[in-house]
C-alpha cells in the first residue's frame, strides 16, 4: 500500500479505505428515516437469470474491454448531493490538486498547476439497467510524462468507477438533489483509494462503506452465472472454502470443469430464465455431497469465500473480476443490490 502523509494528529490511524470511508453525515440520518418508512424486502426467493441489457450496446467497446478481466474492491456509497454530470471537468481539476495536496502536506497547491498526475472524469454511457438509472462515470489517475517533448498520457495507475445498475429501490427514496449511484469499484492502491474516497466525502455529503459478500450471496452467485450461457469458457468453475483451525486456517479449493457444472446446473433447474432460493440450495447441495463422497470432508461445516466462473469470480473481502462482456449488466445488478441494502 503506499505512503502518504497525514496531519501529525492522525499518524497513529489505519491507513485502510474502511477507516476513511466509514463515518456518519448528515445524509446518514436521512437514510435511516427513509428506511422506517420504507419496506425494504428481504432477500427474494426467484430471480432473473442475468441477461445482456440492450442499453449496454451504448457503452464504448473499449471503455467495456478496460473493466473486464481486473480485480475490483466494491464498496456501497450513498447518494451523491449536488453531483453533476456538467462538472465533470471542473471535478478533474479539484480532485487533482487535492490528491496532490494530500501526498505533498505542507506545499501551497493551486488548482489547475501542472503536476505529474493527471485526474480524468468520465461517463460510461450505457452501465445501467433502465433509463432511470442514473449514468456511470469512470475516474482515473494517470501518470504525466517526465519528458517536456512528450505530451501523450503515461500509464494508468488508479481507477474507480460509479454506477447503479436497476437501483429502483434506491431512487424512489430520494429527492433530486441526489444522484444514486450506490456501487463504487475500485482498482489501485488502497492509499488513493481512500484519499479519493475522502474528497467525495466531503464534496458530496456522502459516504463509502467496504462490500463484503457473505457465503449466502456467493452460493447465489455461483448458481446465477452457472446458469449463464457463454460461447466459450474460459475459466474453471471453482469454489474456495476455509476452515476455521488453530494456529491457522486451512482453505479447501474445489475446481470442477464448467460444462459439467453448467450440467449439473441444468438437471436442477426447472424454470426458465429464473434462478429461486431451492435451486441454489439444491445446487450447492450437490456439491457438498459429491466432495464428500470422495474426499469424507463435510462442506457444510466449513465457509464459503470464493466462487469462479466463466462470467465473474468473487470474492466474502468484496473483490470482484468480471470476465464476460455479456453479463457484465448482469453482474452489476446483483452487486448494486447489495450495496442497495447494505446502506443504513
Given at each position: ?28 440520518k436521512r ?35 478496460f ?23 471542473e471535478?478533474?481539476?479539484?480532485l ?12 501551497a ?61 434506491l ?10 449511484l450506490?456501487l ?6 488502497d ?32 448458481a ?28 479447501i ?21 429464473e434462478?429461486t ?6 445446487f450447492m447441495?450437490?456439491?457438498y ?12 461445516a ?43
Open positions: 500500500m503506499d505512503s502518504y502523509n497525514v496531519p501529525e494528529s492522525t499518524r497513529s490511524a489505519s491507513s485502510r479505505p474502511e477507516d476513511y470511508f466509514v463515518g456518519a453525515t448528515p445524509l446518514q437514510l435511516e428515516s427513509i428506511r422506517k418508512q420504507t419496506s425494504f424486502i428481504p432477500t427474494p426467493p426467484r430471480r432473473k437469470v442475468p441477461q445482456c441489457s440492450q442499453l449496454q450496446e451504448d457503452v464504448d467497446p473499449q471503455k467495456v474491454a473493466l473486464l478481466h481486473k480485480q475490483w474492491t466494491v464498496y456501497s456509497l450513498t447518494p451523491l448531493y449536488k453531483f453533476s454530470y456538467s462538472n465533470l471537468k471535478y478533474s481539476r479539484l487533482n490538486a487535492f490528491i496532490v495536496a494530500e501526498k505533498q502536506k505542507g506545499l497547491v493551486e488548482v489547475g498547476e501542472d503536476f505529474n498526475i493527471k485526474v480524468i472524469f468520465s461517463t460510461l454511457l450505457g452501465m445501467k439497467g433502465t433509463q432511470r438509472d442514473p449514468e456511470a462515470f469512470l475516474v482515473q489517475i494517470l501518470s504525466k510524462s517526465q519528458l517536456p517533448s512528450e505530451n501523450r498520457e503515461g500509464k494508468v495507475l488508479w481507477t474507480g468507477w460509479f454506477c447503479c445498475v436497476f437501483g429502483d429501490s431512487l424512489e427514496t430520494v429527492s433530486e438533489d441526489f444522484t444514486c450506490p463504487f469499484l475500485a482498482n489501485g492502491a492509499s488513493n483509494t481512500a484519499i479519493i474516497g475522502t474528497w467525495f466525502q466531503k464534496t458530496f455529503d456522502c459516504y463509502f462503506s467496504p462490500l463484503t459478500i457473505n457465503a449466502f450471496n456467493l452460493s447465489w452467485m455461483a446465477m452465472w452457472t446458469a449463464c450461457k457463454v460461447d466459450h469458457y474460459v475459466a474453471t468453475t471453482e469454489f474456495l472454502w476455509s476452515v476455521p483451525c488453530s494456529p491457522q486456517s486451512l482453505d479449493s474445489y475446481a470442477i470443469h464448467p460444462e459439467d457444472a453448467k450440467a449439473l446446473w441444468d438437471s436442477i433447474h426447472k424454470t426458465p430464465g434462478v432460493q431451492e435451486e441454489v440450495d439444491l447441495d450437490c456439491l455431497s459429491h466432495f464428500h463422497r470422495h474426499f469424507k470432508i463435510h462442506l457444510s466449513t465457509r464459503l469465500v470464493r466462487v469462479s466462473t466463466s462470467v465473474a469470480s468473487a470474492h466474502t473481502d468484496g473483490k470482484i473480476k468480471i470476465l464476460c462482456h455479456k453479463y457484465l449488466i448482469g453482474v452489476l445488478a446483483y452487486l448494486t443490490e447489495l450495496a442497495v441494502f447494505q446502506i443504513e
